[in-house]
């Protein structure tokens, strides 16, 4: 054969080859492409729809009301939709056409969580009963399938120890409600409150200390909706007070007390403010309530959860929750010791973690049912967890997209930062009232005055409100004395956090990972008393005075 | 004579198509897969960027090692930008309806380095929710397949590369916490 019918030859079996081996290289070029973009996707659309939940929460009046939630949890899932609809550049089809890929969002709370997904739906229809009452009918057995909100889980366990049968609702904090039965009662007894160690808090004559730290009265004070309309961004003092439905309310005084009504006008007249604060002007002692109601519930408690222990957990399989061996002969909380609720605080997160776990798992099987590609349940890392039991979240997975030469499958957790229910013991921002800076409380070295104030970071947002001229106003609620600016964030915390101190991990591997162990307690043993003073009488202020949804003391 | 000409030229032709051909194209699918590679690490570090808050020593070299492992050498280019709300709160509040005006300031990847160097601080540089990261990479070296074709076509300038990868986003996360 000639040379030329070689080389046609040649080329006859190569060039194939080739451009068989380059268009499988591009599939998988653009697959990998297409999957970052759809984990972008995913997460700006799980960031868009936590900013829409905290603008709607923090500018609510009457927020945390329990419809209220659920009204801002269902605009928020509105929010991710038409986010993620936009960025996949099919704004028409909105949310229908997307909820086939979307197989679970959690929104995980202060003291649960709920499950936005596809549920059997057992109300099959509306009818007439005897008494010309509208009803609804429920079939049981039904197949078929709604999409929305399932029902509010809590961060419960329950208990059993002989005749004791005990439920405890967890929070994110040290709040917990109690369902109790003990031997020979016929109903349970509810009890709410916080649960504090004991052995730091002392009652002395002068007043009572925590830490070694005497907690004070204070006095508060902001701009509110009115000297901000009026155009002064006069500072007002306040206090708050206990309304009709139990709640924490503001009150200012402005040579008289007033407070606003729900539509926003000033109440000069609310026999609650009469009765709690007088006619006179006084500090705000939320955070001294605040220890003693404390103390007084977690001494109640010891006599129902003094011997409860590890083991006596019900209705979980015991080695989820790291319960083996020795560990279950824990008691949940060792009353009276120094360091009484460590076992108790790594017990809640393995409960609230279980809890999540087992919820989500049982979603996506059932959301499996009715799609062709089956979804799966993505192991969450070590970080990933520790985040969502550190604050509110929201938790996305977005599953079954076709591309290139596979299918999509992710997830994007993003916490809330800025929610009213949770008071988070990070973000408890120390102001200087003489400078008008404001720090991050693990700024040990910050240089600050003796006029300092601890404050929520909520509470530098601005603000904004609808004026009686109907137009809607911004303003911040911590301005200097004449008005003129708002208190501004240092930069060396909390613009840059640089100065931020945190303290080491239990290895240099773990510090070299980025994971120190920033225990808050060790950080605030090293800061100055001033510091100290104004954290922790804001944040058992702010504990106080945020809202419970199950606050019950039932015996 | 004329025999001995075509001969020649079918030489030339065999040694291109059979030698030079497949040389180019197995180097044009190496750097397809090196782009892949590179593609894949950069999308990986920028989000976990994203969802952490914080750059580590230990996480940029895990990525700078990953990327290397394709054989080339790779310019990355770190651009933070630092959200800060102060300028728009140390303006009197008299128009209403102005929220405030946010500013960003960026530093780029030599500040980033300084901070990832300093073991006093963690060797972490901490981010905010609400700061942006982004990484760049592009190869340095000329890669086989650039070489050849700068022989053959001599479309390319010597210094454009052909592997680079570029992801970004805001952070979703406080890094201190």
Redesign the interface.
Known sequence: MK??S??VI??II?IPI?LV??LY??V??SY??A??NY??IL??A??DA?KAFQINELNSTTQNIAEEKIRDVEASVNTFYNSLATNFGRSGYAEDDLKGFIPALVYTLYDGYYIYTEYNNVVTGESLNEDNILTPQINLDSSQSATGLKPYVYYSARYQNGAKDVVINYTLDNYITVFYKGAGDDNYHTYSGYLIDTTKVQERSDGIYYDGIKIDTEALSEVNRTT?DD?S?RKLNYAYVTNDSGRREKAYWDGRWYKYNIDGTQNFNDANVRAQLGTTYKQDDSAQRYLREAVTFTNNMQSILGDIYLRNIVGVNQEDLGITGDIGNQKLINFGSSGMLDTFNNHKLQVIRNSITTNLKATIAKFNQNTTYAAKMPTLTE??WS?IL??TCLISFMQGQHIGNGYYMGY????N?KNREFVDP?LIYVLDQDSMGYH?V?HIDASLSNNVIGYRNIDFE?Q?FV?SDS??????RH?NNE???????D?AC?????S?T?SNGSSSSD????N?I?ELDDILDRAPDKIKKAYYTALFRERYNSFKSLSLNIS | MGDTVV?II??V??AV??FI??LM?VA??SD??S??SV??ST?QFV?NI???G?I????YNRFVQEINSTGNTYDVDIEVK?????PG??????A?????ENVYYTEYTTQVMD?LRDTA????K????GDIVSVSVKNTNTTISQLLRNFFYRVTGNDSSTIGAS?G??V??????
């Open positions: 040379l030329q070689w080389i040649f080329a190569v080739v081996m380059s290289i591009q998988q070029v990998v492409n999957q970052g984990d972008t997460n700006n799980t960031y936590i901000a155009g961004n970080n990933e985040l550190s604050n994007s957790i993003v916490t930062n990070k991050d693990r601005t904004s004026s137009t809607t106003k911004n303003y911040y301005m008005g003129t600016f708002a208190a501004t964030a930069y909390i613009v840059t956090s640089t931020i945190t510090n070299a990972l980025g120190r920033t | 001969t079918a030489i032709l065999a198509l059979m051909f497949p194209s044009d699918r397809d897969v782009q892949l593609q894949n999308t989000d994203r969802s952490t914080r580590t020593l230990a996480d630092v959200l800060d709300e102060n709160k140390k303006t009197a509040e008299t209403y309806e102005k929220i405030g901070d601080n963690n060797n972490t901490y981010l905010k929710e992801n986003g805001i979703t996360v406080n890094g201190r916490n």
